[in-house]
């Protein structure tokens, strides 16, 4: 709905931020700055490209779910994304008002990215705090196994993937690695 309005009011960008309070908006700015090199599509936070002393440590299982996931988005569309989840962004409107985003849960970004990548748009990540004030939020229900969780976002990528025609021959055990979730 963000984009559709920002179409229609004549906004050129929108930015977003997870309100799980792991996004810091005093980092803003980086993205416009981003946004003035006029280079980007998509200007990505990450919190994996930059470390920092004020960084937290993410659960576990949530990192190497990141970790595998953003792995496998890299390979299969050609990316090189260092942080596949991160939600704080900053988006074209031109640009994803070209895409057919639909997916409302957790595993937005994999229809994203291979839309994203399917179109062609430009990519930046820029580095934003990696921030967990709460390691006991949950995802809610089955999601919070995190085997369950890889195999929704892998579901969820795969059935977009093959939505736009990027579907590769049948996956494989190597070409989708199990997640060691700790």
Not at 104 to 129: H, S, T
Request: net charge negative; aromatic share 10%.
């Amino acid at each position: 709905d963000a984009f559709r309005w920002a179409r229609v009011d004549g906004f050129d960008w929108v930015i977003t931020m997870d309100c799980d309070e792991q996004h810091e908006p005093d980092a803003i700015p980086a993205f416009m700055d981003a946004i003035a090199r006029n280079d980007a599509d998509v200007v990505s936070g990450s919190r994996y490209l930059a470390q920092s002393p004020l960084d937290d440590q993410p659960p576990a299982d949530r990192r190497a779910i990141n970790a595998a996931i953003t792995e496998e988005i890299n390979r299969t569309l050609g990316l090189s994304l260092t942080d596949g989840f991160c939600g704080f962004k900053a988006y074209r409107v031109d640009a994803v008002s070209r895409l057919a985003l639909d997916e409302d849960g957790y595993a937005f970004p994999l229809q994203f990215w291979a839309q994203a990548a399917r179109r062609g748009l430009r990519i930046r990540e820029v580095p934003v705090r990696l921030i967990y004030n709460d390691l006991n939020r949950t995802f809610g229900g089955p999601l919070n196994d995190p085997q369950v969780r890889i195999a929704h976002y892998r579901d969820v990528f795969h059935a977009e993937l093959a939505r736009v025609g990027m579907m590769p021959a049948a996956p494989s055990a190597e070409a989708a690695p199990a997640c060691v979730c700790r």
